[in-house]
């Protein structure tokens, strides 16, 4: 028998007994220690027996029953949340066809939301390379100092500056944290620059 059927039944029987509430809570507890039923539900199922009720079942509960959270729907939306991990649950909702309480059981449950972590600059391979050639070249060459150019110059950027829960993406378990660069300029610059060589000066 289900533990919890046991407990109702165990308690419908102190009750047709004649026993009062307190003795029926207190021999409960006695006899399942921390597994004995809350006081909420207690009192309501002693109010129910007490009523005449016969059944230990619970009602019928009304409402929609869940359906979204199938295994299929889950693989579904890891795929989406893979191909762009900025998606709202809203807009995954609508791609899926699921309803947004849906979602958000599967996203919580199954996926979790990680910010990106903070590196200076997204550098490529080919561009690390390069400035660990340059910088070799510099170290190697003792003509290198008599080269510098003094200078001074001014850059001028557009920011596009994107918040901390904005680069946020979903992530599975054993997939790694992202990154992204601190700030991410925009194509808009301008450079104001002086220069003069070592034999000018």
Not at 56 to 80: C, H, S, W
Not at 141 to 157: C, H, N, Q
Request: net charge positive; proline share 2%; with cysteine.
């Amino acid at each position: 028998m289900d533990r919890k059927l046991e407990k109702g039944a165990n308690l419908k029987f102190c009750i047709n007994l004649g026993r009062s509430a307190t003795g029926t809570l207190s021999m409960l507890r006695q006899a399942y220690g921390n597994e004995a039923m809350s006081l909420t539900s207690w009192s309501e199922w002693h109010v129910r027996f007490g009523s005449g009720r016969t059944s230990m079942e619970d009602d019928e509960r009304f409402g929609r029953t869940v359906t979204g959270f199938t295994p299929a729907n889950v693989e579904k939306i890891y795929q989406l949340v893979h191909e762009d991990g900025r998606r709202t649950i809203n807009g995954i909702a609508d791609v899926a066809g699921l309803s947004s309480r849906s979602m958000q059981a599967i996203v919580t449950s199954e996926l979790r939301r990680v910010p990106a972590k903070f590196v200076l600059c997204l550098l490529t391979t080919v561009q690390k390379e390069h400035r660990f050639k340059v910088c070799l070249r510099a170290t190697d060459d003792p003509s290198f100092m008599s080269l510098i150019i003094t200078g001074d110059e001014s850059w001028v950027y557009g920011y596009d500056h994107e918040t901390k829960q904005r680069s946020e993406q979903r992530k599975s378990s054993t997939c790694i944290r992202p990154k992204r660069a601190r700030q991410s300029r925009s194509s808009l610059q301008s450079m104001l620059i002086v220069l003069s060589t070592s034999a000018a000066l």
